[in-house]
């Protein structure tokens, strides 16, 4: 099983569960923790591979990794505590885990909250994985992924976000990181899905002004999936919005997600 940690509010039925992206690990969340435990029950996840994770890197690493399977890691987790329903907050590819999971299991998704939400790979970011790919074997890891951090994060006031996800990358091992970039093989099919369908699950749709990569595609995704979903935009903030702008983020997820009990 997957590392996770539980803060639990004895005066709330409500659970939030936080889902890193690759490369991360459930300390990004550090700015979310005290308020969000303040008004609901808190799970925290280290996906496969990753934080406290790390240490089961062998028990995942026999079969070929796939969203589904790491959905289902998540799943397991649930499972295990018992938790029926869950709101999710997702940032990055956390967020295309989350949409897996409510594809698989839409009954233990109460609303899905998607920060920095990966929905269409543009232009520069195939040209991102057509590098790697390439250089995956050649290049250490570390190396490919701080390329990645900087061309996704570029601004000075981005270098945060940058840093704390390039000093969580450095607690990978070299074959988890291509095990993690193999899924980009399935990630266009399974995008194009996501933007086709839309679930009757209430989604919070929150992003950073200059994340130009990523925004573009999930304004034209909000505008056709208008029933269940809803975007705000927070300005002078990156790609993730939860560390670079955590005061707005906390303040209007907790109100998105009090609305949708």
Not at 117 to 143: C, D, E, H, T, W
Not at 173 to 185: C, D, P, S
Not at 235 to 242: D, Y
Request: net charge positive.
């Amino acid at each position: 099983m997957i590392s996770y940690t539980t803060y639990i509010n004895k005066d709330s039925n409500q659970w939030v569960t936080f889902v890193h992206g690759a490369g991360g690990s459930s300390s990004i969340w550090y700015k979310q923790i005290r308020e969000f435990h303040s008004n609901f029950n808190v799970l925290l996840l280290d996906l496969r591979g990753h934080g406290s994770s790390s240490n089961e890197v062998t028990n995942f690493a026999i079969k070929k990794y796939t969203f589904k399977s790491i959905a289902n890691d998540v799943l397991e987790v649930l499972d295990h505590l018992q938790i029926k329903s869950s709101h999710f907050v997702g940032i990055s590819l956390g967020t295309i885990v989350i949409r897996q999971l409510a594809e698989m299991n839409p009954q233990r998704i109460k609303s899905m909250i998607m920060g920095g939400a990966i929905l269409k790979m543009n232009f520069r970011s195939q040209v991102l994985m057509k590098f790697g790919n390439i250089f995956k074997y050649v290049l250490p890891y570390i190396v490919l992924y701080k390329f990645f951090a900087f061309i996704i994060m570029p601004n000075k006031n981005h270098k945060q976000s940058r840093l704390l996800f390039i000093n969580e990358a450095k607690k990978l091992y070299q074959k988890e990181f291509i095990r993690w970039f193999k899924l980009t093989a399935e990630i266009n099919p399974i995008l194009k899905w996501f933007r086709q369908k839309e679930l009757n699950i209430p989604t919070f749709y929150i992003m950073g002004a200059e994340d130009y990569m990523f925004l573009p595609s999930v304004r034209k995704v909000v505008e056709n999936h208008y029933k269940f979903s809803t975007l705000v935009v927070v300005e002078n903030c990156g790609h993730v919005v939860n560390v670079e702008n955590a005061s707005v983020f906390n303040k209007e997820v907790i109100l998105f997600i009090n609305k949708n009990k």
